[in-house]
């Protein structure tokens, strides 16, 4: 299969346009649902906007853990000084090409706290939201001496393409004699200027970044690709944390992007693979303009998402539930499908969500796959076992949730496996299969 058509500037693009035109293309700008908002430097709704999301899906208590709204923030590139606090199912994103291009410094900037006051329990429940794509200057002193861009979570809720001035700090301290508990965090792309300061977090990620230092960890501490990181230990011992090191990724692609220009054109940036990875990524990726690139809406079935699939369409999915009756089947090779706002797709009647089949390069990021009512085999599925895949162009899973259970959307939910990989050369980035072991549902 031909891949998906990639334009290298919007020169191109433009010139490009009027002939897609013709052939199906789609808007550009694209007309976005309610539940992405799109901001720029000196908007003055956004403390509303991001407020109100904040108190249906975010708070103490792990408020919103299973709200039933999804939303995405886009901020253009310039200088913003909100505060904007990131609760469940909730992503903010910059749209310039650099973390840089998108300045955030008011006193908390973008930033996460802990779902509970309850030491024992912290921040082990933050989970399912992200930030990508901007530089924060905020120095908020959150307690004692201690201050910086705060990012108290536990899995799914990555930070990518971010460029951290001062310090980074994953846990929060609420009072008495500890700190809450935090745990399998993840980071990518992002460098930080200050320390990371880990506290009570255990085994959180760091993935190809730049860092000045991380002085603690309590267990499991994971570096792969890090400049700056510790070096490997087995154990707490002095002057050295619980931790394994890696100096370089072996294969990796940084998860796919989206950027706006001058003329509010957006693009799709496709990162290119690197290989013996080590720091943050500096090369130039493929552009894609959103003439082809499908937007989704909470709504669309799997049936309309395949036809534009199937005319070689890249398919960005935005906030939402989805479910589905039939398999999303992703044929043409270099495909990229995105979610924005961590969308939640469901498998309706058994099948798997998603099928991609012997094609190379396939990029799926940055959604949750979540079991239905009827047994499904597998939540998605990834070649036949027919195919060997390719080692100059692997298919890639950046920032992929499974979920069994949880929300309470049906009696009874079951799939036998939530991810199979059936081809070579697919690389995992991120990925987070959870079985809910509680709620009702799992």
């Known amino acids: 299969s031909q891949?998906?058509?990639?334009?290298?500037?919007?020169?191109?693009?433009?010139?490009?346009?009027?002939?897609?035109?013709?052939?199906?293309?789609?808007?550009?700008?694209?007309?976005w649902p309610g539940s992405v908002q799109v901001f720029g430097p000196g908007d003055t709704g956004i403390a509303d906007a991001v407020n109100a999301a904040y108190a249906t899906n975010?708070?103490?208590?792990?408020?919103?853990?299973?709200?039933?709204?999804?939303?995405?923030?886009?901020?253009?590139?310039?200088?913003?000084?909100?505060?904007i606090p990131v609760g469940f199912y909730t992503q903010v994103l910059g749209l310039g090409m650099s973390p840089n291009d998108v300045e955030f410094a008011g006193p908390k900037g973008v930033y996460c706290e802990e779902g509970s006051t309850d030491y024992h329990v912290g921040a082990l429940d933050t989970f399912w939201r992200g930030a990508e794509g901007f530089?924060?200057?905020?120095?908020?002193?959150?307690?004692?001496?201690?201050?910086?861009?705060?990012?108290?979570?536990?899995?799914?809720?990555?930070?990518?393409?971010?460029?951290?001035?001062?310090?980074?700090?994953?846990?929060?301290?609420?009072?008495?004699?500890?700190?809450?508990y935090a745990s399998g965090g993840f980071m990518a792309d992002a460098q930080v200027d200050g320390s990371v300061l880990s506290g009570s977090q255990q085994q959180w990620m760091t993935r190809n970044s730049q860092i000045f230092s991380f002085p603690n960890g309590v267990l499991n501490m994971v570096f792969v690709g890090v400049e700056g990181a510790p070096a490997g230990s087995c154990g707490q011992?002095?002057?050295?944390?619980?931790?394994?090191?890696?100096?370089?990724?072996?294969?990796?692609?940084?998860?796919?992007?989206?950027?706006?220009?001058?003329?509010?054109?957006?693009?799709?940036?496709?990162?290119?693979?690197?290989?013996?990875?080590?720091?943050?990524?500096?090369?130039t990726p493929q552009q894609v303009g959103f003439e082809q690139v499908f937007v989704a809406r909470e709504g669309d079935t799997a049936a309309e998402i395949n036809v534009q699939l199937a005319k070689g369409m890249h398919v960005v999915i935005s906030p939402g539930t989805y479910v589905f009756e039939e398999t999303l089947k992703v044929t043409v090779a270099n495909t990229v499908i995105l979610g924005l706002g961590l969308p939640i797709l469901v498998a309706g009647n058994g099948d798997s969500i998603i099928q991609v089949g012997d094609v190379d390069g396939v990029r799926v990021a940055g959604m949750i796959f979540e079991a239905g009512p009827v047994a499904s085999r597998t939540l998605i599925q990834w070649g036949t076992g027919l195919y060997a895949g390719s080692p100059l162009n692997p298919g890639v899973m950046s920032d992929i949730y499974g979920r069994v259970g949880g929300p309470g959307r049906y009696p009874n939910v079951l799939t036998t496996k939530m991810v199979t990989v059936a081809s070579g050369h697919v690389v995992g980035d991120n990925l987070w299969l959870w079985r809910g072991g509680g709620p009702p549902g799992g």
């Open 58 to 83: 975010g708070g103490k208590k792990d408020h919103g853990q299973f709200a039933t709204k999804n939303f995405a923030f886009l901020f253009k590139p310039g200088f913003y000084t909100d505060d």
């Open 237 to 283: 011992h002095a002057n050295a944390i619980p931790s394994v090191t890696v100096d370089e990724a072996p294969v990796i692609a940084e998860k796919p992007f989206i950027t706006i220009d001058t003329e509010g054109l957006y693009y799709l940036n496709i990162p290119v693979v690197r290989r013996s990875a080590r720091g943050v990524d500096t090369e």
């Open 3 to 31: 891949a998906p058509g990639l334009h290298p500037n919007p020169r191109t693009m433009r010139v490009c346009c009027s002939l897609l035109a013709l052939a199906g293309a789609q808007q550009n700008p694209p007309v």
């Open 135 to 180: 530089r924060s200057t905020s120095n908020y002193t959150w307690f004692g001496e201690t201050s910086g861009m705060l990012w108290a979570v536990s899995q799914a809720a990555p930070l990518r393409r971010v460029h951290v001035d001062n310090d980074l700090l994953l846990f929060q301290y609420e009072k008495g004699d500890a700190a809450g």
